[in-house]
């Protein structure tokens, strides 16, 4: 099941697999709707990812002076963190697929200060857009 949405006349639910152009990935568009939510969840999963390989690193090594070797399973959750962070250079503009990690994705998913990131620097598309394919309120694509 690659994408539901839900009819607003029937309790009934239809599922159609959403692509986008040129690519095999398949994005739920029933979990946010515009371009900056798309760039937010896969900044938070990257940050989540991280942040349970790097406690998995603290919990599996030797924490004690004259304990037991802690072997390779601390190494299982370097390897996690640092897949996660390099995720982020993969994170793409759904419309123009340019990288957006190395650039915009970080202001764009966490603002802490300054100015809000409001268009892709490649295309200039606006990130409050809906995501390409997504449905409108009628039901229409």
Do not use: H
Not at 43 to 48: E, I, K, L, T, Y
Not at 81 to 91: D, K, L
Not at 107 to 129: E, H, I, N, T
């Amino acid at each position: 099941m690659l994408g539901c949405f839900a009819s607003q006349a029937g309790s009934r639910r239809r599922v159609q697999a959403v692509t986008f152009e040129g690519t095999a990935q398949r994005y739920n568009v029933a979990m946010g709707g515009t371009i900056r939510d798309y760039i937010k969840r896969r900044v938070r999963w990257g940050f989540g990812i991280a942040l349970v390989s790097w406690l998995f690193v603290g919990l599996t090594s030797n924490m004690g002076f004259g304990g037991a070797k802690p072997g390779y399973l601390p190494f299982i959750g370097v390897f996690g963190f640092m897949g996660a962070i390099v995720s982020f250079m993969f994170i793409r503009c759904p419309k123009c697929r340019t990288r957006l990690g190395q650039t915009i994705a970080m202001p764009a998913a966490l603002r802490l200060f300054g100015p809000q990131v409001k268009y892709c620097p490649y295309c200039a598309v606006s990130l409050d857009d809906p995501m390409p394919g997504a449905r409108d309120d009628s039901g229409n694509i």
